[in-house]
């Protein structure tokens, strides 16, 4: 009687265990890998060349180096770091190539003056537009990171691997990016802690 194999993966994690399956060329797990982290991996390159066609290209190409080379894959080490590390490479390449910046710049925010137009920046839509221009307004390295940490949910250990950086650097470039941000939303909260009390 064959053996059932077991297929478990998370945003988080990808298992020693799944990383083997596919290094044996197991193209059930392969899949399994591409439809967990395709999206988190288009939404990374995409903060970073700030281009949907190539930084869908960019994953794609990723995907498809991983298969290729899947013979190389150490199943002692973390598969997820890999694939990033492979994502950021090709992403930083894209943009080399292309002799641009592909960032988004955003003007500094207005601020209003009449209630009925502050209780519009109340609205959950305002608000998070608020929150990306103050994280575009962090000094680069330290904008890579805090993504990385806060909405690719990265650990520190992981983005430590993918940088190249010490754990210690992640942690002093994340206090000082929390502290920033601060002080960039700083005017925005005494916005709604006034609205909150009137």
């Known amino acids: 009687m064959r053996d059932k194999k077991i297929y478990s993966i998370s945003r988080r994690e990808i298992s020693p265990e799944t990383a083997g399956q596919i290094k044996d060329g197991d193209i059930k ?9 395709w999206n988190p991996l288009l939404n990374y390159s995409l903060n970073i060349v700030n281009d949907m066609p190539a930084a869908e290209n960019i994953v794609q190409d990723t995907f498809l180096d991983l298969w290729e ?23 930083l390449n894209f943009l080399k190539s292309h002799h641009e910046k592909k960032r988004a710049s955003f003007n500094e925010p207005e601020f209003v003056e009449s209630r009925e137009l502050m ?80």
């Open 29 to 37: 797990a392969f899949k399994l890998v591409f439809t967990t982290f």
């Open 119 to 198: 209780e519009s920046v109340v609205e959950r839509k305002e608000l998070t537009q608020e929150v990306l221009k103050a994280v575009e307004k962090l000094p680069e390295k330290g904008r890579e990171i805090f993504i990385m940490s806060r909405y690719d949910n990265l650990k520190y250990s992981e983005i430590s691997e993918i940088l190249g950086i010490s754990i210690k650097t992640v942690e002093t470039q994340m206090s000082r990016n929390l502290k920033k941000l601060k002080e960039l939303l700083a005017r925005l909260l005494t916005f709604l802690i006034f609205l909150t009390f009137m």
């Open 69 to 91: 080379n899947r013979s190389k894959i150490d199943r002692e080490k973390n598969l997820k770091t890999y694939i990033y590390t492979i994502t950021r490479n090709k992403s």
